[in-house]
């Protein structure tokens, strides 16, 4: 059934692709034909997700930290969020609760790095900086530390064998007991306040099966430092309750000292055996839990058509492996970022974004969330007619006092629609990944920072529904970094406008659609119900009542975002001259109208 549905999807894009024109890139701008796409490594692809329905577990339920409720109150557009770890246990609970209000039904977590470290003269693991760190301290068995205790150990099986690598990875999560392949050789030790979890394997990242000890040989120890009670479970218990689906992060690869936005490819083999020892035991103990969605890879990598040589992607491609032997039918989450600057030398265009987007593909990570990049100020939002208009003065501190046209290669929205081109090549070639768009839910700066760290500030619900408008009908999904501080904080907070918004129209696209033997215009967007569509041109304007005149669709396909719905009314093109550009919004009754009128030109 769902290769019917990718089929619609694909014919959709095409018949939108051939009644549609929109304003292309200028054909001056450079396009890089050196693209590198041709992988050497070429995994499966994992089926990626359907769209899921989470249904709360009840409607309300009370615990320790309070009552809380279960239910949607104001669906949004978005419906995925980041959230960070926390100590206090009580927090995840109020973030769900919210997340989930506003109808969001996906949870991704932020996570932690494994870390190549030394140690002193007494096994002691030292920070970066040379001094001990204070977080393996607690670390001993038998009076001595854990790296002392792990070579004492391996020399007992070989007197040849010694440690020549030493790696940390902290965390909330326990494990169990598939986190280790050797035992007694690896195991669990009590620290106290923290439990650690001791691994030796060979550096190549094989993790051999036979766990021979006896021929004397260089091993890797990995400490982890965890905690006696599990996060993850908790928070799954939490994504069960409230209908949302949690996707946890895998370790962050060790990043190459001499071009930190790399993976180090020295720390690869070892990564690879702490994500299977990892994977192994969520398999072991999440396989089945429907609120799994599935796994975050943290480490991001820029867009660009020089993708398929970056090391990175050896790691996705590695991990893409292990998910699939572990946790079939899980997908693995990645969230690159986009830089559309013409003024610095890494700025890249929609074409050579897109050539990223399909080295990504060739991993066999299932969804590619792409960061809009707005938050950041590395693109802007803006229509094609409006190139020739001054950037948003809260862009300005990013690239100055410009036109949109003379400070990017494209908008959002370029970027997106090349994207979905990409995957459609990708889906007819066997590699089904889904495209999911990541609106940032900050500014570049503001007079409120919102996070404990840098300077970005607090943005707000009118600048993410323009967001949402240019990812368009393109995207399956729509997520954004990141609840934690940037949708809470301020006065008003985004989320606050959210819960008193919520109703607003989003209009995302408009296409010409004849339904015979009417000509007319087919909308999309959100919470169309008994809107009034305005078609605004040189020679007049026409409001077109929904209810009256046309028909609205409230299921959307399965390739579109949640909430999407589908108007059409009765228009005449004739009447709007050939190549100009048209303005569309949507008003409903109570008087909320769209505040991003979609820009929209037909060739009649």
Same mark, same amino acid.
């Given at each position: 059934?769902?290769?019917?549905?990718?089929?619609?999807g694909?014919?959709v894009l095409?018949?939108?692709? !051939?009644?549609?024109?929109v304003?292309?890139?200028d054909?001056a701008? $450079?396009?890089?034909?050196?693209? +590198?796409?041709?992988s050497?490594?070429t995994?499966?692809?994992?089926p990626?997700?359907?769209?899921?329905e989470?249904?709360?577990?009840?409607?309300e339920f009370?615990?320790?930290?309070g009552?809380? /409720?279960?239910?949607?109150?104001a669906?949004?557009?978005?419906?995925?969020?980041?959230?960070?770890?926390?100590?206090?246990p009580?927090?995840?609970?109020?973030?769900l609760?919210?997340i989930?209000?506003?109808?969001g039904?996906?949870v991704? &977590?932020?996570?932690?790095g494994?870390?190549?470290?030394?140690?002193d003269?007494k096994g002691?693991?030292?920070?970066? %900086?040379g /001094?001990?760190?204070s977080?393996?301290?607690?670390?001993?068995e038998?009076?001595?530390?854990?790296?002392?205790?792990a070579?004492?150990?391996?020399? /007992?099986a070989?007197?040849?064998?010694r440690?020549?690598?030493?790696?940390?990875?902290?965390?909330?999560?326990?494990?169990? %007991?598939n986190?280790f392949?050797?035992?007694?050789?690896?195991?669990?030790?009590?620290?106290? #306040?923290?439990?650690?979890?001791?691994?030796i394997?060979?550096?190549?990242?094989?993790?051999?099966?036979t766990?021979?000890?006896? #021929?004397?040989a260089?091993?890797?120890?990995i400490?982890i430092a965890?905690?006696?009670?599990?996060?993850?479970?908790?928070?799954l218990?939490?994504?069960d309750?409230f209908?949302? +689906?949690?996707?946890?992060a895998? *370790?962050?690869?060790?990043?190459?000292?001499?071009?930190p936005?790399?993976?180090?490819? #020295?720390?690869?083999?070892?990564?690879?055996? @702490?994500?299977?020892?990892?994977?192994?035991d969520y398999?072991?103990?999440?396989?089945?839990?429907?609120s799994l969605?599935?796994?975050?890879?943290?480490?991001?990598?820029?867009m660009?058509?020089?993708?398929?040589?970056?090391?990175?992607?050896?790691v996705?491609a590695d991990?893409?492996?292990?998910?699939?032997?572990?946790?079939?039918?899980?997908?693995?989450?990645?969230?690159?970022?986009?830089d !559309?600057?013409?003024r610095v030398?890494?700025g890249?265009? *929609?074409?050579?974004?897109?050539?990223g987007?399909?080295?990504?593909?060739?991993?066999g990570v299932?969804?590619?969330?792409?960061?809009? =990049?707005?938050?950041?100020?590395?693109v802007?939002?803006?229509?094609?007619?409006?190139?020739?208009?001054?950037?948003?003065?809260?862009?300005?501190?990013?690239?100055?006092?410009?036109?949109?046209?003379?400070?990017?290669?494209? =908008?959002?929205?370029?970027?997106?629609?090349?994207?979905a081109?990409? &995957?459609?090549?990708?889906?007819?070639?066997?590699?089904?990944?889904?495209l999911?768009?990541?609106v940032e839910?900050?500014?570049?700066s503001?007079d409120?920072p919102? !996070?404990?760290?840098?300077t970005?500030g607090?943005?707000d619900k009118? &600048?993410?529904?323009?967001?949402? !408008?240019?990812?368009?009908r393109?995207?399956?999904?729509?997520?954004?970094?990141?609840w =934690?501080?940037?949708m809470?904080?301020?006065?008003? =907070?985004?989320?606050?406008?959210?819960?008193?918004?919520?109703?607003?129209p989003?209009?995302?696209?408009?296409?010409r659609?004849a339904r015979?033997?009417?000509?007319?215009?087919?909308?999309?967007?959100?919470?169309?119900?008994?809107?009034? @569509?305005?078609?605004?041109w040189s020679?007049?304007?026409?409001?077109?009542?929904?209810?009256?005149?046309?028909?609205?669709?409230?299921? $959307?396909?399965?390739?579109? *975002?949640?909430?999407?719905?589908?108007?059409?009314?009765?228009?005449d093109?004739g009447?709007?001259?050939?190549?100009e550009?048209?303005?569309?919004?949507? #008003?409903?009754?109570?008087?909320?109208?769209?505040?991003?009128?979609?820009?929209?030109?037909?060739?009649?």
């Open positions: 059934m769902r290769w019917l549905l990718v089929l619609l694909a014919a095409a018949a939108v692709a !051939a009644v549609v024109v304003l292309p890139v054909d701008e $450079p396009v890089n034909t050196t693209s +590198q796409a041709t050497t490594s995994p499966t692809s994992t990626a997700p359907t769209r899921a989470p249904t709360p577990m009840v409607s009370t615990d320790p930290c009552t809380f /409720e279960t239910q949607e109150k669906p949004y557009a978005v419906t995925g969020y980041w959230i960070t770890p926390t100590s206090n009580c927090t995840w609970r109020s973030q609760q919210q989930h209000r506003v109808g039904d996906t991704i &977590r932020i996570g932690y494994l870390q190549y470290r030394t140690v003269g002691r693991v030292k920070t970066r %900086d /001094e001990v760190d977080l393996y301290e607690a670390c001993e038998d009076g001595v530390t854990c790296h002392e205790s070579e004492r150990d391996l020399k /007992e070989h007197p040849d064998n440690i020549g690598r030493v790696y940390v990875y902290r965390t909330d999560e326990s494990f169990g %007991d986190l392949r050797c035992r007694p050789m690896e195991r669990r030790i009590d620290g106290g #306040k923290r439990t650690y979890f001791r691994l394997a060979p550096p190549d990242g094989s993790d051999d099966p766990c021979d000890f006896s #021929k004397g260089t091993y890797d120890l400490l965890g905690s006696p009670e599990d996060s993850l479970t908790k928070l218990d939490l994504g309750q209908g949302v +689906q949690v996707f946890p895998l *370790p962050l690869a060790p990043r190459d000292p001499d071009s936005i790399r993976a180090n490819r #020295k720390h690869i083999g070892t990564l690879t055996t @702490v994500t299977r020892r990892i994977l192994q398999g072991a103990r999440f396989a089945d839990r429907q969605g599935g796994v975050y890879q943290p480490f991001e990598v820029q660009s058509d020089t993708l398929a040589g970056n090391p990175t992607l050896e996705y991990q893409h492996r292990i998910v699939a032997q572990e946790l079939p039918g899980k997908p693995i989450l990645i969230s690159p970022y986009l !559309a600057r013409k030398p890494f890249q265009t *929609p074409a050579q974004v897109a050539e987007f399909k080295a990504l593909a060739r991993t299932g969804i590619i969330a792409p960061q809009d =990049s707005r938050g950041t100020g590395k802007g939002l803006y229509w094609p007619d409006e190139r020739g208009d001054e950037v948003d003065e809260r862009l300005r501190p990013v690239v100055g006092e410009s036109t949109y046209g003379t400070a990017y290669h494209g =908008s959002t929205r370029d970027y997106y629609r090349e994207m081109e990409a &995957r459609e090549e990708m889906i007819e070639g066997g590699r089904d990944v889904q999911w768009a990541n839910a900050f500014e570049p503001g409120e919102c !996070a404990t760290h840098g970005r607090k943005t009118k &600048r993410l529904d323009q967001a949402v !408008a240019m990812a368009g393109y995207v399956q999904k729509i997520v954004s970094y990141m =934690s501080d940037f809470t904080c301020g006065s008003p =907070s985004v989320e606050s406008e959210i819960m008193r918004d919520w109703q607003r989003i209009a995302v696209d408009a296409i659609r015979a033997p009417e000509d007319g215009v087919e909308v999309r967007g959100y919470n169309l119900k008994d809107g009034t @569509v305005t078609v605004t020679g007049g304007t026409a409001d077109l009542v929904v209810s009256e005149v046309g028909w609205l669709d409230e299921d $959307p396909l399965d390739e579109l *975002p949640e909430h999407m719905q589908t108007a059409w009314v009765p228009f093109w009447q709007v001259p050939e190549g550009w048209v303005r569309i919004t949507v #008003k409903l009754p109570s008087g909320q109208s769209t505040t991003e009128p979609l820009h929209v030109r037909i060739d009649t």
